[in-house]
């Protein structure tokens, strides 16, 4: 029997895209499918235009497409953990609906997990259409993230790879509503190899995130790989006590020598300040976590799905 592949692809107000890249994909791997069976599973994240109705329009002709229709925007990392959930390949790839993951790197891919590597990532060499200060600030992020977290996170790879049934499995398991996915590859391990791609500009259409989500996103990477911010607060404390213990004596022996001084109205107001600001961040940072904690212990599903245009018996196949 044929390896079946399946190429999860989550899209959010694509309908312009979706064509093109079922084109390019399908007459990419056609050297592929005498080898291995594949399934195209588009998992609409709530889209406002027509997407959904792009990709039943697919579905009738292909009967590789299908879609899973989640019941609202959950963002594309809960729409990538619903596609792990849905999709019943062998291997997994997942990769964008805007053409920025050029088809042609699953070739390689493929090749690869052939050769026995169970999570084959792409690696971007630059980035098209981005600006300087996108470029600036991912790489800063990165650096702060490998730095702080025990989890090294990759710069420069996204969320175009390949994963094995058994890397699928492994991040199935893991339920955090929180998601930071590139995390998560790292963390389950098994055996990795890199290969290199030229990210394309955006085929049409805008990018979803917004700098908001970015940030979000990023203090996410940062709160859900490392718990090195909640340490802050007491080293900066730390710090802040020995230096007012030095300054305590400094006055001390000061006005034993020279008698009382009434004047330090702005060194006090400073450091009242300075302190309120230290003790607010430190709550603030803590109020990140336990933000984490409230909704991890509510315990919800991570998303909803209203329709499933796959089989009744791949259903079956599919434990959540
Ligand atoms: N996406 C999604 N849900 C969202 C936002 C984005 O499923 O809430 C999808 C989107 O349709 C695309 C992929 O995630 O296929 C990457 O999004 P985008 O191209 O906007 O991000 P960028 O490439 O700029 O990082
Ligand atoms: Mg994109």
Redesign the pocket.
Known sequence: MKKLISIC??????AE?VDAFYKQLTTTIRPLTQKYDFEFLF?N???IDHSVKKVKALTLADVRVKLLDLSR????EV??AAGFDYCLGDAVIT????L?HPPKVILEMVEQWEAGYLDVYGKRNERKG?SFLKKKMSEIYYKLLVKFSKVEVLPGV??YRLLDRVCIDSIRKMKETQRYTKGLYMWIGFRKKEVNFDAEE?FA?????KFM?LLKLGIDGLTSNTTFPLKIAGILGGILSFSSMLYMVYILITTLIYGTSVPGYPTLVTLILLLGGFQLISLGIMGEYLGKIFHETKNRPLYFVQEYTGKKIELEKIQL
Do not use: C, F, H, L
Request: net charge negative; charged share 35%; proline share 3%.
């Open positions: 692809v989550p899209m959010y107000n694509e895209n998992i994240d709530g889209s925007n959950y963002g594309k729409a990538m990769m964008d609906a805007d920025q981005e996204g969320d955006r259409g805008e990018t979803k995130w989500d």
